[in-house]
């Protein structure tokens, strides 16, 4: 069956930095976009970034640009997410996503992964 | 950006019909999908393209789009049922190019 399993997460001090992993299986992983999507402790759905099936295209949200990086390792199956000059509103649960669709809806979600910025 | 716009709370009784709305300028134009988060969990798909189900959706759930709204149905609600509803659509003029719904919590009383 299509799973994803994201890793990386912990706490971390404002200004630093942590990769995020999402290892993915059950599907062809090198066909999909994927996404990174976090939410707030207490808080609603936030889109952080999404990349193309061959990595060519990528997209941030502005809350993010300039600070993480996504990318992708097909012959891995895996998706990632570079997070540095992390801040204390990066605080959330991180999940990823697969994309589907010409007018793209995330299905399935991994089980997310705890990003926790504090001093 | 492109907002869109649920009520924070639903309130239903099992058995009953619930419906979570999405507003948003012309949302009609635009593909709607809809997510289901249980306390705890990640994010289910439960309707996208305005309508259509996922497998294994059942089909009490069903949506629609028209006009400035959109709306998520939950038919003989369940108790099972109880979770936090966000709409979402993609809009490749827009920046953020996905745009999420505060999110709606049913309660089924």
């Known amino acids: 069956q299509v799973q994803l399993v994201e890793s990386g997460g912990g706490l971390v001090k404002p200004g630093g930095s942590l990769r995020l992993s999402c290892a993915a299986s059950g599907f062809t992983f090198s066909d999909y976009y994927m996404s990174w999507i976090r939410q707030a402790p207490g808080k609603g759905l936030e889109w952080v970034s999404y990349i193309s099936s061959s990595g060519s295209t990528i997209y941030y949200a502005d809350s993010v640009k300039g600070r993480f990086t996504i990318s992708r390792d097909n012959a891995k199956n895996s998706l990632y997410l570079q997070m540095n000059s992390l801040r204390a509103e990066d605080t959330a649960v991180y999940y990823c996503?697969?994309?589907?669709?010409?007018?793209?809806?995330?299905?399935?979600w991994g089980q997310g992964t705890l990003v926790t910025v504090s001093s | 950006s492109y907002v869109l716009t649920q009520p924070p709370s639903v309130s239903v009784a099992p058995g009953k019909t619930a419906r979570i709305t999405c507003g948003g300028n012309?949302?009609?134009?635009?593909?709607v999908h809809w997510y289901q988060q249980k306390p705890g969990q990640a994010p289910v798909l439960v309707i996208y393209y305005d309508s259509d189900r996922p497998s294994g959706i059942p089909e009490r759930f069903s949506g629609s789009n028209s006009g400035n709204t959109a709306t998520l149905t939950i038919s003989r609600v369940e108790a099972g049922d109880e979770a936090d509803y966000y709409c979402?659509?993609?809009?490749?003029?827009?920046?953020?190019?996905?745009?999420f719904g505060g999110g709606t919590k049913l309660t089924v009383l």
């Open positions: 012309n949302i009609g134009s635009k593909s």
């Open positions: 979402q659509v993609w809009d490749s003029s827009s920046d953020p190019h996905v745009v």
């Open positions: 996503a697969r994309v589907s669709g010409d007018f793209p809806w995330f299905d399935p």
